[in-house]
């Protein structure tokens, strides 16, 4: 099985800020690789699981937590509106189960709201958020997550 989320979970202790915004002791916080919007932020379990099903008690009581705190912290830093969170995990690759949290701003064009705010996901490469960015992002989201859970991760 060849899985994104695997193999990046595998690197923790080597990711770039982007890629590890924030963790603890299930899930790891990282920007979208390919997205067009500032703060697509992508939330994935530290185990590999294909569904929610799949998911222990202490992953699902913990991802509400995140759901909650990532979006606060996207709303201090972005400006958002609110925030969109989606889970679909049916790419190639990207079965992992995995959420997406994605800041709606005030100014996004009605023709990208809901659903459709995805046209700004597998974005062509010069109209893709810049890994600089991302990372400034990262550490500005960083500042505004507090610890929740005294025993961060630490794997591999």
Same mark, same amino acid.
């Given at each position: 099985?060849?899985?994104? =989320? ?5 690197? #923790?202790?080597?990711? *770039? *800020?982007?890629?590890? +915004? ?5 899930? $790891?916080?990282?920007?979208?690789? &390919?997205?067009?919007?500032? %703060?697509?932020? +992508? ?8 569904? +929610?099903?799949?998911? =222990? ?11 909650? $705190? ?17 889970? #679909? ?9 995995? #959420?997406?949290?994605? /800041?709606?701003? /005030?100014?996004?064009?009605? !023709? ?12 062509? %490469? !010069?109209?893709?958020?810049?890994? *600089?960015?991302? !990372? ?5 989201? $960083? ?5 929740? &859970? ?5 794997? %591999?």
């Amino acid at each position: 099985m060849d899985c994104y =989320t695997c193999r990046h979970n595998e690197a #923790f202790g080597t990711l *770039p *800020p982007r890629e590890l +915004i924030a963790a603890d002791r299930h899930w $790891r916080v990282a920007h979208a690789f &390919d997205a067009a919007l500032p %703060g697509w932020l +992508i939330l994935v379990p530290l185990r590999h699981a294909e569904s +929610i099903a799949d998911l =222990t008690d202490d992953e699902a009581a913990a991802l509400g937590t995140w759901q909650v $705190r990532l979006s606060r912290a996207l709303h201090a830093v972005t400006g958002c509106t609110k925030t969109y969170v989606v889970q #679909f995990a049916e790419k190639e690759g990207f079965a992992h189960v995995h #959420f997406h949290v994605v /800041p709606r701003m /005030p100014d996004l064009p009605a !023709d990208h709201r809901g659903p459709r705010v995805f046209a700004y996901l597998n974005a062509p %490469g !010069d109209h893709r958020v810049t890994a *600089p960015a991302q !990372d400034l992002l990262a550490a500005a989201l $960083r500042a505004h997550l507090t610890p929740a &859970d005294p025993d961060p991760a630490t794997p %591999g």
